[in-house]
């Protein structure tokens, strides 16, 4: 039985799709489409059509009201124990549809409110709340996986794409950034580079971050100085038709890897909270925060320590926010995950066996995969927690641990649609996998990827170590002891 989604539509999302005189965005428009073709139901909440009897714009106004029809309304439940005689209307409404959300009336709401994204986390309601793009980006997952690649990325001097200003790529950063054209075209004369994705037979720009190091760095307003040297990210841009690819997650990672091998101390880049909510979200996701205000646009700076902190601090916060450090003492679990190559290829796409790399001019060379992952198996062990510590052994063909990662959640269902929503936002599942792991109690591993062994620590290695004494064949929790045996020879 395929999938059957409820999605509940929040006011701002209601009312483009009515306007006849607005334009659509793409990914709205795909959303729609991807719901009507495979059977997912589209609801909103009785509180917004008081939300929206409020709008005025009168025409709008009955526009939007004359064609709620098409949408299932909800049925009211019980009323929201959050709202009182202060709540302002608005967050009243905001609050009776996370209310709902809370009571399992939708599988997830779908919203451009940041502020409604905000007070989803508060409720802890946040892996159930979605921007329009990652709702969009979950349905193609799911019906279309064959439209969801893993980009390439190049780092190149933007000297190289000075003649490509003009394309409309750049328009919308022009357009909040007077003057763009010289500033790009002075720092390409100082050799500034970028890490860059393109799409398209046309190879055209797609995606773009411009990049350099600072020191001793002033960087708001107020006079706050990052000590030492940071990692800039100077322009940040994942183009309309490329986003739901993680691109923005694999820019990041790249942030990380040179900051690291740079010794950078911290990494920043500037945003603008009301045009740039989906970067936002994603850069705090992964530690980044709000340090002031510098010539209107929001800084954001993430902790970047050389080495890791000393502190005591629940595992997958100190990962969130330290990343690529993470807790491994006698509170954290060590677990060997056994995983298929086929599978191994799916999760891990940049990973290259010795003997096996691709050449230099070979298209796939430089594919990088996200941090953010999602793993599936059906193994009887319901140890891993959030913090714990995975090691990825890949069977049959090279039998040997390649890669160390740290649990975000673990859980377990024999539900298909329970599945799809737990993974939405990671690895490429599609509908038919996800039914086919459904048929039995299924493991989902949620994990954040920290490096990958090279080279790879073989079976037989792991036998002489007395780590295995025989096939690793399901997730094995392991030693402490056994666990600094595997991280002193992959050091060799």
């Known amino acids: 039985m395929a999938l059957r989604l409820r999605f509940l539509l929040d006011t701002n ?6 306007d006849s005189m607005v334009v659509l965005q793409p990914s709205l428009t795909n959303f729609v489409r991807l719901c009507n073709s495979h059977g997912h139901q589209l609801l909103y909440h009785p509180a917004s059509v008081a939300d929206i009897r409020r709008d005025s714009n009168e025409d709008r106004r009955n526009r939007t009201l004359a064609r709620l029809g098409q949408y299932t309304q909800l049925q009211a439940g019980p009323a929201c124990p959050w709202n009182t005689p202060q709540t302002s209307v608005n967050d009243a409404c905001d609050n009776e549809i996370l209310y709902a959300l809370e009571n399992d009336a939708a599988h997830a709401l779908v919203t451009e409110d940041q502020g409604l994204h905000r007070k989803a986390r508060e409720r802890g309601l946040s892996s159930r709340v979605y921007f329009i793009q990652t709702a969009n980006d979950w349905l193609c997952r799911l019906h279309e996986p ?3 690649l893993l980009p390439n990325i190049d780092d190149v001097e933007i000297h190289t794409l000075t003649h490509q200003l ?3 790529f750049f328009d919308s950063i022009r357009a909040g950034y007077d003057g763009f054209n010289d500033w790009f075209r002075r720092k390409a004369m100082e050799g500034r580079r970028a890490w860059v994705y393109r799409d398209g037979a046309e190879q055209a720009i797609a995606a773009i971050c411009i990049y350099a190091v600072q020191t001793d760095e002033v960087v708001t307003d107020s006079g706050e100085v990052l000590a030492g040297d940071s990692l ?3 322009t940040f841009k994942v ?8 691109v ?7 942030a990380f890897k040179y900051a690291t091998s740079h010794q950078c101390e911290s990494v920043f880049l500037h945003a603008n909270n009301g045009q740039q909510t989906q970067l936002t979200t994603l850069i705090e996701d992964f530690g980044f925060r709000n340090l002031g205000v510098y010539r209107g646009d929001a800084v954001y700076v993430k902790a970047h320590p050389i080495n890791p902190p000393a502190l005591l601090m629940d595992p997958f916060q100190y990962v969130q926010r330290f990343y690529p450090h993470y807790l491994s003492g006698d509170d954290v679990q060590k677990f060997l995950v056994p995983i298929q190559p086929q599978f191994h290829d799916v999760l891990f796409p940049d990973y290259q066996a010795p003997g096996h790399a691709l050449p230099d001019d070979h298209p796939q060379r430089h594919v990088g995969n996200a941090i953010k992952l999602a793993y599936l198996c059906r193994t009887p062990n319901k140890q891993p927690r959030a913090g714990d510590v995975v090691l990825f052994y890949r069977s049959r063909d090279m039998r040997a641990l390649t890669t160390l990662g740290v649990v975000e959640s673990y859980e377990w269902s024999g539900s298909a649609d329970k599945i799809a929503r737990i993974v939405s936002r990671r690895t490429v599942y599609s509908d038919l996998q996800i039914e086919e792991m459904a048929q039995a109690e299924t493991k989902v591993m949620l994990f954040r990827l920290i490096c990958h062994f090279e080279p790879p620590l073989e079976y037989a290695t792991l036998k002489r170590l007395r780590i295995v004494k025989g096939p690793i064949q399901s997730i094995t929790k392991i030693s402490d002891e056994s666990f600094s045996r595997i991280l002193r020879a992959t050091e060799r």
């Open 146 to 148: 064959g439209d969801v």
């Open 248 to 254: 923005g997650e694999l820019f990041l990672r790249a």
């Open 13 to 18: 999302i209601l009312i483009p799709l009515q």
């Open 232 to 234: 800039k990210l100077c």
């Open 166 to 168: 003009a394309e409309p």
């Open 239 to 246: 183009g309309e038709a490329v986003r739901g690819r993680k």
